[in-house]
């Protein structure tokens, strides 16, 4: 077993044979859905800059503004607060900021949140949605997961559909990924984008949850960082992750 390396056992396993499809030239739309402004920079800021980079259009659909997120502050000046932040993140990241309308710490899962949410995704045409994986112990991540993927049923499957981790154990529980994505390159970029959102004391998170985690997956792919994800095993083509 000395001359077996980590990266020679997990390509054996299979989880790098799909990342390496992504169309050539192709430009995709990409949706990824986070509960707060910073859920989709933190969780795969990364791969969100490495689309972008490819030409691809990439929006960041966040299900509230944050109106719970700042201690002292009223819903609605945090909401303005937060929401500008994730204007100056996705700028950064060059994605596109989409708010579904949804609030920070009341957010529902019902006939009309389910149909609301699915308009929206309809109307960006996505041949790719990330969403946050639903084992978690914030009800808003939980209610985020399982709208997007109310969405991917209702459209029939028709685009690519995977999960992403909001951090390394601190609220996303039993994640288990099938696919790396590379974001050695752009590290920077993502932390960037996560520090944009001050209001959030990105010291202390960034720290303490998505370098360990972008380390330790970058150590399960054989890369200095990575971003993890859970493919749908129903995924209408092969996987348009970048590689």
């Known amino acids: 077993m000395s001359d077996i390396t980590r990266r020679a056992i997990v390509q054996a396993s299979g989880l790098l044979a799909g990342l390496q499809t992504s169309p050539v030239g192709t430009k995709l739309k990409v949706i990824v859905v986070g509960a707060h402004p910073d859920d989709p920079e933190s969780s795969c800021g990364g791969t969100m800059a490495r689309y972008a980079d490819e030409g691809c259009d990439v929006v960041a659909l966040y299900l509230t503004r944050g109106e719970a997120g700042i201690r002292g502050k009223s819903a609605t000046d945090s909401a303005a607060i937060r929401s500008g932040e994730a204007q100056r993140a996705c700028a950064i990241l060059k994605a596109r900021a989409v708010f579904a309308g949804q609030i ?3 957010t529902e899962i019902n006939e009309d949140r389910y149909q609301a949410f699915r308009s929206l995704v309809t109307a960006e045409k996505p041949d790719v949605l990330i969403a946050p994986w639903p084992i978690d112990s914030h009800r808003d991540h939980r209610a985020a997961s399982l709208l997007a993927y109310d969405a991917w049923e209702h459209e029939g499957r028709r685009f690519e559909m995977y999960y992403s981790e ?4 601190g ?8 696919h790396y994505v590379d974001i050695s390159n752009v590290i920077e970029r993502k932390r960037q984008a996560c520090f944009a959102h001050a209001s959030q004391n990105p010291d202390s998170f960034y720290g303490r949850y998505h370098e360990p985690m972008q380390r330790l997956r970058g150590l399960e792919y054989g890369r200095q960082a990575a971003e993890a994800f859970v493919s749908l095993a129903q995924n209408p083509r092969r996987c348009s992750l970048p590689a």
């Open 104 to 106: 920070d710490g009341k």
């Open 166 to 169: 909001v951090d390394l154990g």
């Open 171 to 178: 609220e996303t529980k039993n994640f288990h990924p099938t």
